[in-house]
């Protein structure tokens, strides 16, 4: 599983989070300050999701994305940043160059926001660095979508800009899609989107999983160095909670069946045991 540590790195341009980074994929955005709409509108009465922008990039086998940067704004004068409250994170498998089934799903309300542009009259470009709640962990290589979708008020008496995420060269497979009141349609729209997709450190021990077994510490799913109750009762929130990212472990309770320690898709008494079994034999 991943190791969280204690860690802040400089990395382009913005502080990330608790994360110590491995880089998986960066498409570094271009100088400006929005780019593709991708927002959902929350507050009463407002316009509700009524836009997404995805990119597509390259996974290998058994990799996790930990954490992102993403580049985007708003493009409004004197410099206007909103009132971005967080983020909505997708991930899908790939469709023939097009986003296909929708594998995750996770709000970020915690992220680090610096401003990398300016591009005169006070148009601002901001960099957004976050850690994701849970791993996205497919298991299987190969190429995935990333959406992300900035959480804020519009409509409903609110008068907030519309956030866009800032485009990038394309360097990877499909170009940037986007649906607009219409969920789900993606439609191709050229180019690509500014990203970057961190794998945390590995603790080399996949049984060590969590340092509390309490969803409110800090410290619930974020590997702790031992094995103890916490990790146990973690996975077990995350087996009850169909969390096939963190609990879709194996395909058989058969240590000689080639499907034994290989995720399979879906959760069952499979992953239980495995589990169980890396519990017992602990970390070395």
Known sequence: MMRRCVMLAAIGGAVMGVQAQVEIFRQDAFITCSGLSSQDARNVNGIGWFSEAADDFPLGAGQAVASIEIWGGYCSP???EGNTQGFTIRFYTDNGGSPGARIYEQDVMTFVRTQYASIGNGLLGFNYAMDLPIPFS????????????????????????????????????????????????????????????YEAASSGCAADMSGSSDPNDPMYGVPDGQVDSADFFYYLDQFVAGNLAVADLSGSTDPNDPMYGVPDGQLDASDFFYYLDLFVNGCP
């Open 138 to 197: 497919p298991g299987n290589g190969g190429t995935y979508w990333m959406s992300a979708v900035a959480i804020l008020d519009r409509g409903g008496g609110s008068l907030e800009p519309q956030w866009g995420w800032a485009g990038a060269p394309n360097l990877h497979g499909g170009v940037a899609h986007q649906w607009f009141f219409s969920p789900g349609n993606f439609s191709p729209q050229g180019g690509g989107l500014g990203m970057v997709l």
């Open 78 to 80: 004197a410099g206007e």
